[in-house]
């Protein structure tokens, strides 16, 4: 069972966005952030880090092969698809090579899809088809299971890389139940699109559940990092235990 666990962590640490989003975060400890991103036992798939901190991320792993991704619309999901896309384009220029961008998604609640889809839309013109687009959807503002799945479908429609669960700033992220639904949007489509579970996402056990859901829905060849990340920073201290760092 040790060497099952291991091998579990071993997985998750290589599907893990090591997240660090504080509004007061220093230079000083990104750099700390980046240098737990390449420990002994592995690296992570991405760092994901304010606009402000792309540059220090870049310098800080440069040649390791971790993704930067940053947020864009974020927390707050803005209706602005003209913020969204100068956001987007200083984040790529400082060097980002993924882009997390909150869903409008109060708009999709009021009924007005057409707004939602202009930011993901501004979004996806920005990235072009170099720079990977996650699209945070606030599953757990959105709460039911039909508003969850039109989100899906919009930002399926736009052509995003990943259906992200959560900003993690809300008092509901990350569920089984709403990745349930992400997934099987994901299936119907043939699987081209990613998955991220994000917030409150802390143990191994947490981090299995998903992995195991989401290879049930798409087959264990589909959960790699170009298809599946969870978003965390607590997860990476279950899993340096669990390898005895």
Same mark, same amino acid.
């Given at each position: 069972?040790?060497?099952?666990?291991?091998?579990?962590?071993?997985?998750?640490?290589?599907?893990?966005?090591?997240?660090?989003?504080?509004?007061?975060?220093?230079?000083?400890?990104?750099?700390?952030?980046?240098?737990?991103?390449?420990?002994?036992?592995?690296?992570?798939?991405?760092?994901?880090?304010?606009?402000?901190?792309?540059?220090?991320?870049?310098?800080?792993?440069?040649?390791?092969?971790?993704?930067?991704?940053?947020?864009?619309?974020?927390?707050?999901?803005?209706?602005?698809?003209?913020?969204?896309?100068?956001?987007?384009?200083? $984040? %790529? =220029? *400082?060097?980002?090579?993924?882009?997390?961008?909150?869903? &409008?998604?109060?708009?999709?609640?009021?009924? !007005? @899809?057409?707004?939602?889809?202009?930011?993901?839309?501004?979004?996806?013109?920005?990235?072009?088809?170099?720079?990977?687009?996650?699209?945070?959807?606030?599953?757990?503002?959105?709460?039911?299971?039909?508003?969850?799945?039109?989100?899906?479908?919009?930002?399926?429609?736009?052509?995003?890389?990943?259906?992200?669960?959560?900003?993690?700033?809300?008092?509901?992220?990350?569920?089984?139940?709403?990745?349930?639904?992400?997934?099987? $949007? %994901? =299936? *119907?489509?043939?699987?081209?699109?990613?998955?991220?579970? &994000?917030?409150?996402?802390?143990?191994?056990? !947490? @981090?299995?559940?998903?992995?195991?859901?989401?290879?049930?829905?798409?087959?264990?060849?589909?959960?790699?990092?170009?298809?599946?990340?969870?978003?965390?920073?607590?997860?990476?201290?279950?899993?340096?235990?669990?390898?005895?760092?």
């Amino acid at each position: 069972m040790s060497d099952n666990r291991q091998s579990l962590a071993r997985q998750v640490l290589g599907l893990l966005d090591l997240t660090r989003l504080g509004e007061d975060d220093t230079p000083a400890q990104i750099e700390a952030l980046c240098a737990r991103a390449v420990g002994p036992q592995g690296q992570v798939a991405a760092v994901c880090v304010y606009p402000e901190h792309v540059t220090t991320a870049r310098r800080a792993l440069t040649g390791s092969g971790v993704k930067i991704a940053s947020v864009v619309n974020f927390p707050d999901g803005g209706e602005d698809p003209g913020r969204v896309e100068r956001e987007t384009r200083r $984040a %790529i =220029a *400082a060097g980002a090579d993924e882009i997390d961008m909150v869903l &409008a998604w109060r708009a999709l609640q009021r009924g !007005e @899809a057409a707004i939602a889809r202009a930011g993901v839309d501004a979004c996806r013109a920005a990235c072009g088809p170099g720079i990977a687009l996650k699209l945070i959807l606030e599953t757990g503002e959105l709460a039911t299971p039909e508003l969850i799945r039109t989100a899906a479908e919009l930002g399926l429609e736009a052509g995003v890389d990943f259906l992200k669960t959560s900003t993690g700033k809300v008092p509901v992220n990350a569920t089984l139940d709403a990745a349930e639904i992400l997934l099987d $949007a %994901i =299936a *119907a489509r043939g699987g081209q699109c990613g998955f991220k579970a &994000a917030g409150g996402v802390r143990t191994l056990d !947490e @981090a299995s559940a998903y992995v195991a859901l989401a290879e049930r829905r798409l087959g264990a060849d589909w959960v790699t990092a170009a298809h599946f990340r969870i978003g965390a920073s607590a997860l990476l201290d279950a899993i340096t235990t669990e390898l005895g760092g």
